[in-house]
C-alpha cells in the first residue's frame, strides 16, 4: 500500500510556495521544489511561533537544520536575525533556498549543503535559536534535538515540529505548545 501524499503547499492559488508573514520581507512569496516530505510550517503556526519569541529576533545568531522550504529560516532572517545557518540535504531543495536568499537579498542567511547531524557533529559553535522540523514522520527530531541541545547558548531556543507530542529533553523545558492537524510544535528553552 502506497503513503499517501499530503497536498503541495499552496500561496496565492499556486503551488509550491510559502510567503513570509513579518518582518522586512513580509508578503514575499518563497518558491520550493515539491519532494516527498518536505512540508512548510503554515502560516498560522509559524505567526505562533513569532508571537512566542516577541516578533522581532535583532542580533539573533539562528540553525534551521532541515531548511526545506526555508519558511522558518527567511522568518527569523526577515525579523533580524544577525546570522541564519539554513541546512539542507535535498539538492532540488537547496537550489530553490538559494534561489530564495538571492530575491530576496537576504545576506545574513547561509545555506549549507550537508546532512544536519553530520554538520552539527563537526561544529563547536552555539546559537540562540535553532528550528528541528525535520520531514515528517521521519523520526529525525529526537536525535536532532540531542544532538543541537549542546549548541545552544544558555537561555537560548529550540522550535520542534514533528508528528508526535514533543517532550523536553534534559536541560531544557517546555516554553510553549501546540497542534494543528496531525503536527504538534513546541517551543523548549535552554535551562
Same mark, same amino acid.
Given at each position: 500500500m502506497r503513503a499517501?501524499? !499530503?497536498a503541495p503547499a499552496r500561496a496565492h492559488g499556486a503551488a509550491n510556495r510559502v510567503r513570509i508573514i513579518g518582518g522586512q520581507y513580509r508578503r514575499r512569496l518563497l518558491d520550493f521544489p515539491g519532494t516527498t516530505g518536505l512540508r512548510p510550517t503554515p502560516d498560522r503556526v509559524r505567526e505562533t511561533?513569532?508571537?512566542?519569541l516577541g516578533q522581532d529576533l535583532p542580533g539573533w545568531s539562528c540553525i534551521d537544520l532541515f531548511a526545506g522550504s526555508g519558511a522558518l529560516g527567511f522568518e527569523a532572517a526577515s525579523r533580524g536575525a544577525a546570522r541564519v545557518v539554513m541546512i539542507e540535504?535535498?539538492? !532540488?531543495a537547496r537550489e530553490a533556498l538559494e534561489k530564495n536568499r538571492a530575491t530576496l537579498g537576504a545576506g545574513t542567511v547561509e545555506i549549507v549543503f550537508a546532512d544536519a547531524l553530520a554538520w552539527l557533529a563537526n561544529r563547536r559553535e552555539t546559537f540562540d535559536l535553532a528550528f528541528v522540523d525535520p520531514p515528517f514522520d521521519s523520526g529525525l527530531a529526537a536525535p536532532a534535538l540531542a544532538a543541537v541541545a549542546s549548541r545552544i547558548r544558555p537561555g537560548g531556543q529550540v522550535y520542534v515540529e514533528q508528528g508526535a507530542a514533543v517532550e523536553a529533553p534534559p536541560g531544557f523545558i517546555i516554553h510553549r505548545s501546540g497542534r494543528a492537524g496531525r503536527s504538534h510544535f513546541a517551543l523548549l528553552t535552554k535551562e
Open positions: 499517501k501524499q !499530503a511561533l513569532f508571537n512566542w540535504r535535498e539538492r !532540488a
